[in-house]
């Protein structure tokens, strides 16, 4: 059974830094791109970034609203997805769900509130 | 960016209604390239329908997909309660990925 459980959220004030991690279990995943997607409160979903896999050289891409500020990364060693966010500003608050190759596995999501 | 825009934000549907929702594009994409999601209060979006037209593990006959180029749309052939949901496209024809705002659909 695929499972993805994000883990890291919490509240963090406007500028700090934050770091979202994902374990992944069920199946190889070593050989998948993995995704994040965030959905602020009441809003739609919006897709954050991706990495591909070894084979396809661990190739990143991001949303504009997170770029330069973002960083997706992975350990295939031990199954595990990061997100590591910078300069955190307040419509970054979100749930955070980590996401499987083509979306067709998500995980339930790390709520992530950037206040002061 | 692909822009996708979805109509209407909102409806309502009585049990048995056919509803349709629909997905323009702002650039013409492979048909493949588009999808659909199902969002539930506070629950994980599901993926509902792929490549348009193909529909996801245990997603009821009920549903289906067409369109192409900029032009798709999600039908629902009869309306039943447990279809009140939010859905949304995607498309994953080009980077950024994007989703579509949504449409929250209601049972009467």
């Known amino acids: 059974e695929v499972q993805l459980v994000e883990s890291g959220g919490g509240l963090v004030q406007p500028k700090g830094s934050l770091k979202l991690s994902c374990a992944a279990s069920g199946f190889t995943f070593n050989t998948y791109a993995m995704n994040w997607v965030r959905q602020a409160p009441g809003k739609g979903l919006e897709w954050v970034a991706r990495i591909r896999s070894k084979s396809n050289n661990y190739a990143t891409y991001y949303a504009d609203s997170v770029k330069d500020r973002f960083t997706i990364s992975r350990d295939d060693s031990q199954s595990m997805l990061y997100l590591q966010m910078n300069n955190l500003k307040t419509e970054d608050t979100a749930m955070y769900y980590c996401?499987?190759?083509?979306?067709?596995?998500w995980g339930q999501g790390t709520l992530v509130t950037v206040s002061a | 960016e692909i822009v996708l825009t979805q109509s209407p934000a909102l409806m309502a549907a009585s049990p048995g209604e056919k509803v349709t929702i629909t997905c323009s594009v702002s650039s013409s994409i492979s048909s493949s390239n588009l999808h659909w999601y199902q969002q539930k209060s506070e629950t994980s979006p599901k993926p509902w329908i792929y490549g348009t037209s193909n529909l996801a593990s245990g997603v009821p006959v009920r549903f289906s997909g067409s369109g192409s180029g900029t032009s798709y749309s999600l039908t629902i052939s009869s309306m039943e309660a447990e279809d009140a949901a939010t859905y949304y496209c995607?498309?994953?024809?080009?980077?950024?990925?994007?989703f579509g705002s949504g449409t929250k659909l209601e049972i009467k």
């Open positions: 996401v499987r190759a083509f979306f067709a596995y």
């Open positions: 995607q498309q994953w024809s080009s980077y950024p990925f994007t």
